[in-house]
């Protein structure tokens, strides 16, 4: 399956993006879906992730009650609404899902198989 990721851009800290990863060839319905970001001189780092019916949804401590993930399994893409941006969130973003069973997800990136390229989101102060 191959991923792609968009939606990103520069916004003053306090505004809303929303990112969408679209995946070619396959829909979403078979994978948990996995969003991450990398900022420069950092590791990669988890952000949010949904199972695969959509049923739950986790998230990393610094983006919770700001950031939103859903799906959609009649449609293609998944979301990550991001609300209250601050120029720490400013980072490459990326997602990534992995085939497994309903109630799988993980924060580590070593758990999914396919990854999209990353669209650029920064956050100005």
């Known amino acids: 399956v191959q991923l792609q990721a968009f939606g990103g851009g520069l916004v003053q800290a306090g505004a809303s993006l929303r990112l969408s990863c679209a995946a070619t060839?396959?829909?979403?319905?078979?994978?948990?879906v996995g969003w991450f970001r990398q900022a420069t001189g950092k590791e990669r780092e988890f952000v949010a992730a949904i199972t695969r019916s959509g049923g739950s949804e986790y998230y990393a401590d610094s983006v919770k009650g700001r950031f939103i993930i859903s799906r959609d399994n009649a449609k293609n893409p998944v979301y990550l609404q991001m609300n209250s941006l601050k120029p720490e969130d400013t980072a490459v973003y990326y997602c990534?899902?992995?085939?497994?069973?309903?109630?799988?997800?993980?924060?580590?990136?070593?758990?999914?198989?396919?990854w999209g390229q990353g669209t650029q989101v920064t956050v100005s102060s």
């Open positions: 990534a899902v992995t085939p497994n069973s309903d109630s799988y997800w993980t924060a580590r990136k070593e758990g999914y198989d396919f």
């Open positions: 060839g396959r829909t979403f319905s078979s994978y948990t």
